[in-house]
């Protein structure tokens, strides 16, 4: 392959027309549109070229986006509740009671004696009236005063768990970060040799082609130069889509488009 495109080279420079014709194919350059979805290569200059700026944003907004995390969240804030309830439990054995009758009683205060009450051996001779009473109920169970340091420090204990997974989480989603930014600026690097090869091989056909025409080379030589362009466009294709597939799954981590970081981080 080496051996055909420096005989085409030295060819073209032997051959004023052909060397002109391959001047005005190389001074073209291959178009090859970017999809909507890919930022252009200036936009995303500095997500990649300052990746000490940007690394922190990333992770700044894939801890936000993540699930996972608000779970932990969640699982943190039911245990601080449950501290709060621990240290208010006595509450509950604290009762206001209350109780109202109407009726007559044996034993009454009368209107001489009101120090001592007379007994009557038939209540029935007494008027009724409303009874009202009301009281203050505590009661504490040994083995609820006993445990009650525990019960709080276990539901701490388990407060302190969530932060711990939160943090160990966390680790996690920077190294998955760290993966995929690093798979993606590979895939970008790796695209774009594959676009300056295909622009190469394009240039290499058009010039065989051309030669062909003017009865230069054989049928062969043309068929190898075509079999250059066809996997230098493979090649350039499965690096488009390798970039693209990285792309997406930096952007499914964060949750927001990859653009939105390269501004900030400008």
Request: hydrophobic share 45%.
């Amino acid at each position: 392959m080496k051996t055909f495109l420096l005989a085409l080279a030295a060819s073209g420079a032997a051959l004023p027309g052909c060397a002109q014709a391959a001047y005005n194919v190389a001074a073209a350059p291959l178009t090859t549109p970017a999809p909507a979805s890919r930022p252009a290569d200036g936009t995303l200059q500095s997500f990649f070229g300052a990746p000490e700026v940007v690394l922190p944003k990333l992770y700044e907004a894939a801890i936000a986006h993540s699930g996972e995390i608000a779970r932990l969240d969640a699982t943190r804030g039911v245990a601080e509740a449950d501290v709060k309830l621990a240290r208010k439990r006595l509450l509950n054995m604290l009762a206001l009671t209350g109780s109202y009758t109407y009726g007559t009683l044996p034993y009454f205060a009368t209107a001489e004696t009101t120090a001592s009450p007379v007994y009557q051996a038939n209540p029935f001779n007494l008027g009724a009236r409303a009874q009202f009473s009301t009281g203050v109920g505590l009661a504490l169970p040994f083995d609820m005063l006993a445990t009650r340091r525990t019960t709080i420090a276990r539901q701490e204990y388990v407060v302190s768990q969530a932060v711990a997974q939160r943090q160990t989480q966390e680790a996690a989603i920077r190294q998955v970060v760290i993966v995929q930014y690093q798979a993606l600026a590979l895939a970008r690097a790796t695209q774009q040799n594959a676009q300056e090869a295909l622009q190469s091989a394009n240039v290499s056909k058009q010039i065989a082609d051309h030669r062909f025409k003017q009865g230069e080379i054989q049928v062969d030589d043309q068929m190898v130069a075509m079999d250059f362009y066809s996997k230098a466009q493979l090649a350039y294709e499965e690096a488009r889509n390798k970039y693209q597939t990285a792309q997406l799954l930096l952007e499914d981590i964060i949750g927001m488009p990859i653009t939105a970081l390269s501004i900030a981080a400008k």
